[in-house]
């Protein structure tokens, strides 16, 4: 025990005489994981003699672990050095080689564009990003002479994380000084948050020399350039790189605001009593306008304001008129008659809907109009018109109370006992609506005449006039069942209209 003892003595004085024999300065190096049996590397750290007065220690720390099972990063690290008068900060710059992200510019110069994603090999250069079509190597081969890849200049941007400009996840929004906007996107949140870092530590070092720049005009060299600028007294700052976490992409980061946004709120703060005072006073001539406007009925007899035929309700057009018959029925059912009894599907074609409505509002307005017009010279146009009338109507040709009392007359299964159920019911109609119906049914037995040549028959037109001229006031029944009972209804009464309005047979 006691040889014990004395060679432990022993060799802390041989351990005390190694000390006190170095040299005075020169500090002992410890490493790490020699203290704390940590692995080599994990932690390493360089300690620099300061041999001259003026001279600073300068000590740098590694402190970003890599995951291993992360691909290794394309990044090259280069000392970047801002002088500025008397002092001197010394930034690490990070430098991509290159990567294929998705881009897409949404914005130049404050105007939108429309996003168009592309993948693009990206580059970070010292002060710019840059965009190549290929890999860098293959881009500069394929470049033309006097051309250069696209690119952003990094001085005053901003670089944030975006959740509203794009649908897809890891979006990184870069805002430039000039007003453009880009998106940079990765499908793996990895990749694109070590370009979200590096751009921003690029972005923010260059606003910094920036400013430095306007005061005392600095210069910014490499440190393994020969161009490198002595440092001072002063202790250098290096930036470190802060990896957000996951969760900070849910988090919505205020955007900064620009001039344009600020001078609006200024003038808007500026002019906020006036404008509050305008808007009173166009409140109260509205007001006053409103108590003061003239009614319907003297609008009317001044013609400023003039009754509309189509969706015009019959009686009222008709008694305005002083007939029984629309004039712009009569007017239709003569000028078909006129040019169209040997037009192939006349009724079942559809005209040409623009001129259809062009000729609907100048029967709205009264102007005076010629069907014989060449520009009504298709006659489909005026057929379409003349349906458009009767499916415009507030109340059907056939009115609602009448609905369920002509289904049921159409299931009576004696033939002369439904004609003269027909015909009773007809008679019960007011006089406007049996006279128009005596008309248009008149017409119609006109067209079936040329049945060979327009090849229009009694069940074609009833298809096109069941649902014209007669439908239910509520829709609660089967549609289907009530378009049957209406093409039924319009083929009986075609059919049998001779007998039914005492029409003679052509």
Known sequence: MKDAVIFVESFLKVLGVLVAGSTGNQPTLILPHQVTGAAPGTVQMRIKTSQISGDRLSQTKSMVLQDPD?????????????????TSLSITLVVLNGEYLN??????????????????????????LLFYKD????????????????????????????MEKSSRKNVLQITTSSGSEFLLQAD??????????????????????????ASDKPGIRRANSTEYLPRHGLPSKTL??????????????PKPEHRRSLMFKSSKLTYSMSDSADKNGVK????KFITRRPSMKTLQEKGIIKDRVFGCPLLALCEREGTTVPNFVRQCVEAVEKRGLEAD??????????????LRFLVDQEVEFNLDDSQWEDIHVVTGALKMFFRELPEPLFPFPFFELFVEAIKTKECKQKVQVMKKLVLQLPKPNQDTMRVLFRHLQTILTCSQKNLMSTQGISIVFGPTLMWPELDCGNMAVNMVYQNQIVEFILIESPEIFGLQKK
């Open 70 to 86: 992360l691909p290794p990063r394309p990044v090259s690290i280069g000392h970047v050095s801002l002088a500025t008068g008397g």
């Open 103 to 128: 881009k897409a510019k949404i914005s130049e110069g404050g105007k939108k564009l429309r996003k168009n994603w592309t993948s693009t090999w990206v580059v970070l250069d010292t002060d710019k």
């Open 135 to 162: 890999s860098k190597q293959e881009a500069l081969t394929n470049l033309k002479p006097g051309c250069s890849p696209d690119g952003m200049d990094l001085c005053g941007a901003v670089a944030e994380w975006t």
């Open 188 to 213: 793996n949140y990895h990749t694109i948050s070590k370009w979200h870092d590096a751009i921003k530590r690029t972005a923010d070092y260059l606003s910094k020399g920036a400013a430095g720049k």
């Open 240 to 253: 470190s790189l802060p990896r957000p976490a996951p969760e900070s992409l849910c988090k919505k980061e």
């Open 284 to 287: 109260n001539r509205l007001k």
């Open 345 to 358: 599907g006349i009724y079942r074609v559809s005209g040409n809907l623009a001129t259809i409505q062009k």
